[in-house]
């Protein structure tokens, strides 16, 4: 009987341009072809990658699910077989302000946009939130929980997406360096309160002028730290699930 193939999926840690969605597009692609490489069925970007935490250019760069300027990442999620998640600024729902959003771009040329659900305080004059307690997507025999940033310390979040079915809790966040160690704590709880494994993709560098931690990182469904990247710097954290359970590594990638 052949085996079969473990499942891989990643976290970006990247760097974003302030409002510069077409430059950071550019500088997304890199992490794709090196997560494809691996064989990384599911790459998690930032919050906010393609534009920086910057909210008060929120407006002026909301992005659809299908918006021409993503079609780069499009191709190439098609090519490589791998499903790509972004964060950028979305079309609200029942609100004028658009939504802090996660767009998901699959192998198969579908996509599909997650909402923040929760916002923090300051950023309710920018954006709306959400109203999809939880959004799953199927990667093999896992089900992947989005979240984004301040949905993760809501104790009902992480809840509704197990409920929901979630195997995987993925969060694209800002974490800063200040509050890292109270933001790692709650999702390490998550992770051992709700067996699922915690997936989070952080910055590596300073956006909207908040001083990200980086540490990008992945929890096993115990609890247990399995890999972080460095606080600085772009990094790919990688999951893999096998029959022994859950395993992280680290890699450097090349944006030149």
Known sequence: MTATPPLRIAAAQSSSLPGDVRGNLCLHLPFVEAAAAE?????????????????????????????????????????????????????GVSDALPAIGAICLCPDGSSAIYRKRFLHAGEAQFASPGEVNAHGLDVGDQRVSLAICADTVHAEHPRWARAAGATVYAAGVLWSGAGYAADAAIVRNWAAAH????????????????VAAGRSALWGPGGQLL???????????????CDGGWLGTVRKVDVE
Do not use: Q
Request: hydrophobic fraction near 50%; charge should be positive; aromatic fraction near 2%.
């Open 195 to 210: 067996d699922m494994a915690v997936l989070v993709a952080n910055h590596g560098a300073p956006t909207g002028g908040l």
């Open 39 to 91: 064989g990384v069925s599911l790459i998690l970007f930032p919050e906010l990658s393609l534009t920086g935490y910057e909210l008060p250019l929120l407006k002026r760069h909301v992005l659809s699910a299908d918006a021409p300027v993503l079609e780069p990442l499009r191709r190439l999620a098609r090519l490589r077989r791998i499903a790509v998640v972004v964060g950028a600024p979305v079309p």
């Open 227 to 241: 890999a972080a990247a460095p606080a600085t710097g772009d990094h790919l954290v990688l999951a893999e699930r």
